[in-house]
């Protein structure tokens, strides 16, 4: 997104960053920037209109835009991704093919912000979520990808990634969570390497798209980690190019909008998508009109457009899950092609045998089970920027740290008498260990020895501490042997932690108390205003979008009528 004034225009009190930037996320997806030749194209649409064309690299928000979704750009790409992978092993691809398709991939370090978050410890059967970014970039590195997503005066210009997506796949792989963020919410991005220059970016506060900017991929990884808490295992990233031939390779994908529209005006702005009131089956530089309109669908803003990249993406997952144009060689051959040649993903995907693990993963998910949202948001004071909206942000990523559907549809366990205390307080062996290692506010010292003391004085006199640093979200107290659990819920119930900070995991080792950064201070632990991290479902706030909504239909702003 870019920066400039949002104030004015009080009729569309949403703003957005805008088509220039566009990327793969709001880039593929943005207004402005059709190549030539695409049906509804005008002078005006070859580079970005003045009015959507701030360049700003701050990405910060537009006039009469909102910044909101720019999720539905991501799950495009990964729909559209999962499915060549898919492709590869079902279309019979010789070794060489294996190779060719390996060698379009472009790979790069996971992360770039340091030491970061430790990966969770598996459940109690081995099991472990699953967490992938999905990045859109509006790179203009190459003539095609210019010529979809114009703007050519940026061609130089680092990209941003002006789509970004949280994919979380629970650890039983029975679900799916979706969590985009507007572009222009204002983060701390962490310190980061550019693994190729060895230039260093210190630390800064900034509109989330520009972590692109700052060494690449991984060091966005690393802001969403401090942003969220959360360990993100993989990302993927995926440019302009390719995104034509993934919808043809694909087949036409069903959208309706609930009137005629055309997304044109006499200033230039719009996509040129042009449908009729209805259900239609669009692909090729329709569908990529229809993922980048703005103008045209309910408010004019890239909150509208979000919401019809979701339909979109829901809608081709559907599709794909009932095999529709899979039993064409050629076609997922096509499909596979244009999906790697897209991609940069990190170096532990660095195969297409890597993403055709994944993609069984993923194929696992019924389609039911996959919610969509965006992260709660609010303006800034001067309305310059947004921010994550306090309570309701933290509560959405608490569920993902969790491992707690979006969607409130968890099998709720029955409501059984938990086991008491089976160990004398004296004798429980518990290790005590500092998590508070942040790589933006850097850890802590002393807070295990403050924790084993303030234990000691509770009665566990046998609480000892270990003395590596380790970086955390939440305070846990993890066990293995299911007879400890009286023990921990015991314990957890007089430092005064919430039940869901015992868990049990095939990995532990004996008892380990993790002093997360939700408790930097004190030796009592802080009570959470407002955080609501017991919640079973995300906010109403987050918006979420079903997969299996098949009934959806965009609205059509009357003044993009005809």
């Known amino acids: 997104m870019r920066q400039s004034s949002v104030r004015g225009d009080r009729s569309r009190r949403r703003r957005e960053p805008d088509a220039q930037e566009l990327g793969w996320d709001d880039g593929l997806y943005a207004d402005g920037g059709l190549p030539p030749d695409a049906p509804g194209w005008t002078p005006a649409d070859d580079g970005v209109p003045p009015e959507d064309g701030d360049t700003s690299a701050d990405g910060g928000h537009r006039k009469g835009g909102r910044p909101r979704r720019g999720k539905g750009r991501k799950v495009l790409r990964w729909t559209a991704f999962s499915l060549a992978v898919l492709i590869v092993g079902g279309a019979g691809a010789g070794y060489w093919y294996y190779e060719h398709l390996n060698a379009n991939l472009r790979k790069a370090p996971r992360s770039l912000g340091g030491g970061g978050l430790k990966k969770p410890d598996p459940n109690a059967f081995g099991q472990s979520p699953l967490n992938i970014l999905l990045l859109?970039?509006?790179?203009?590195?190459?003539?095609?990808?210019?010529?979809?997503?114009?703007?050519?005066?940026?061609?130089?210009?680092?990209?941003?990634?002006?789509?970004?997506?949280?994919?979380?796949?629970?650890?039983?792989?029975?679900?799916?969570?979706?969590?985009?963020?507007?572009?222009?919410?204002?983060?701390?991005?962490?310190?980061?390497?550019?693994?190729?220059?060895?230039?260093?970016?210190?630390?800064?506060?900034?509109?989330?798209?520009?972590?692109?900017?700052?060494?690449?991929?991984g060091c966005t990884l690393a802001t969403w980690q401090e942003l969220t808490g959360v360990y993100i295992d993989h990302f993927m990233m995926v440019d302009f190019s390719g995104v034509v031939s993934m919808a043809d390779a694909i087949g036409g994908v069903p959208v309706c909008v609930d009137n005629n529209v055309y997304s044109h005006d006499s200033k230039g702005h719009g996509s040129g998508l042009k449908l009729t009131k209805g259900t239609h089956s669009v692909k090729g530089v329709q569908a990529l009109q229809w993922l980048r309109t703005r103008y045209g669908f309910e408010d004019n803003t890239d909150i509208g457009r979000a919401k019809a990249q979701h339909m979109y993406m829901n809608s081709m997952v559907r599709q794909l899950k009932?095999?529709?144009?899979?039993?064409?060689?050629?076609?997922?051959?096509?499909?596979?092609?244009?999906?790697?040649?897209?991609?940069?993903?990190?170096?532990?995907?660095?195969?297409?045998?890597?993403?055709?693990?994944?993609?069984?993963?993923?194929?696992?998910?019924?389609t039911k089970r996959i919610t969509m949202v965006t992260m709660p948001w609010q303006y800034s004071p001067d309305e310059s920027y947004v921010m994550p909206k306090p309570g309701d942000a933290e509560a959405t990523f608490a569920l993902l740290r969790n491992d707690t559907a979006l969607d409130g549809k968890d099998k709720k366990k029955k409501a059984t008498p938990e086991p008491k205390a089976s160990t004398p307080k004296g004798e429980l062996k518990v290790v005590v260990q500092n998590g508070t290692n942040s790589t933006v506010n850097g850890p802590v010292s002393g807070r295990a020895a403050v924790i084993q003391q303030r234990l000691a004085g509770l009665g566990y006199g046998a609480a000892g501490t270990d003395p590596a640093l380790t970086t955390q979200a939440d305070t846990t107290i993890t066990y293995r042997d299911k007879g400890l659990r009286g023990d921990a819920l015991a314990l957890a119930k007089a430092l005064g932690l919430p039940k869901d900070a015992v868990r049990e995991s095939s990995s532990a080792t004996g008892m380990r108390l993790v002093i997360g950064n939700d408790w930097r201070t004190g030796s009592a632990y802080p009570k959470t205003s407002g955080d609501d991290k017991s919640a079973d479902k995300a906010p109403d706030s987050a918006d979420a979008l079903n997969g299996e909504d098949s009934k959806a239909c965009m609205k059509v702003n009357p003044q993009y009528s005809f």
């Open 136 to 217: 859109g970039s509006d790179g203009r590195n190459s003539a095609e990808n210019i010529k979809l997503g114009g703007a050519r005066q940026d061609a130089d210009r680092k990209p941003l990634a002006d789509v970004q997506m949280l994919l979380h796949v629970s650890a039983d792989r029975s679900n799916m969570s979706v969590v985009s963020i507007p572009r222009d919410t204002r983060v701390t991005i962490p310190q980061c390497t550019d693994p190729k220059t060895h230039q260093v970016y210190p630390q800064t506060s900034a509109a989330i798209n520009q972590s692109l900017q700052h060494g690449g991929p």
């Open 322 to 366: 009932k095999g529709t144009k899979l039993t064409d060689p050629g076609q997922l051959r096509d499909l596979a092609e244009a999906a790697t040649k897209s991609l940069t993903v990190d170096d532990g995907l660095d195969t297409v045998k890597k993403l055709y693990d994944l993609g069984g993963d993923l194929n696992r998910v019924p």
